[in-house]
């Protein structure tokens, strides 16, 4: 669902962060926001925020950068 907090209405945000909720029979529900970067080296990139880490990694590999 689109994020609807008040740091995505003060940016302009509302309709570019997305908010995914998620769970497994073992875990309880969780959320991750997902934004589109826009400075640093992931740029213009989408990325889980918490897991910028695991992204770079992601859009190093061939052929991701166009995704």
């Known amino acids: 669902m689109f994020s609807n907090t008040q740091k995505a209405h003060e940016l302009i945000k509302r309709r570019d962060w997305v908010v995914i909720y998620?769970?497994?029979?073992?875990?309880?529900?969780?959320?991750?926001?997902?934004?589109?970067e826009t400075h640093?080296?992931?740029a213009g990139q989408r990325v889980v925020r918490g897991r910028e880490g695991d992204c770079a990694v992601y859009y190093a590999e061939p052929d991701k950068t166009a995704r």
């Open 40 to 42: 640093g080296a992931l």
């Open 22 to 36: 998620f769970h497994s029979n073992a875990e309880p529900e969780a959320q991750c926001t997902v934004v589109t």
